[in-house]
C-alpha cells in the first residue's frame, strides 16, 4: 500500500492463477489525481510495444457484453476506484531483498544490475523516464536464489513520463 494506491493479491474466479490487483487510492466524489495516474499507467502499460520481461505486463479485464479494458472504475467499491490487472510476481521487492543480495557474490549482483538495466534502456529508448526509480519499484519475478539469474521487473509507471505530455496533477 502507497500513497497513490494499493496492490491485492487475487485468484481468477475457477482456476489457482495469481494475478495483482492495482486499486488506486480514491476520495469520495470528484475524480483524483490517483486516477488519473492509475488510467495513464495502464495506457502505457497496455500497449503491445511496451511488453518486455523487465516490465510488469498488464492484463486485460474481461467485461460482460463488452470488449477487456485495462483499466476499470470498481462501481460495487466504496469510492469507486479505478483498479487494474497486473500479472503477480512472487519474489520480493529489492528492498526487501537487499541484506540477503549483500552476501551473495559480486557476480551475481552484476549479473541483477546488469537485469536492472535492460528494461531500462528498453524505456529510455522509447523516450520515457520512469521517474519513480527506487527498489520497492523493482520486484522479483520469483524468489531470489543463488543457483538462477535474477529477473528484476520494473512495477509502478503513474509517474512514467516522455516529457511530451499535457498533464496536469493537483495536489491537495
Known sequence: SGGMSA??????????????????NTDLGAPSHEDALLQWEADLLKQWDWRHSGIVRLLPIPLKDRRPEYAVKAMNIKNQPWYMVMEYLSGDSL??????????????????????????????????????IKPDNIVFRNPISLVQNPEPVFVDFALTTSGAEQRTI???
Open 7 to 24: 496492490v491485492y493479491l487475487a485468484h481468477v474466479e475457477g482456476t489457482k492463477h495469481k494475478v495483482a490487483i492495482k486499486v488506486a
Open 95 to 132: 528492498g526487501h531483498s537487499l541484506s540477503v543480495i549483500h552476501k551473495y557474490p559480486l557476480e551475481w549482483k552484476l549479473e541483477l544490475f546488469y537485469h536492472i538495466l535492460l528494461p531500462l534502456a528498453f524505456i529510455h529508448q522509447k523516450g520515457y523516464a520512469h521517474r519513480d
Open 170 to 172: 493537483i495536489d491537495n
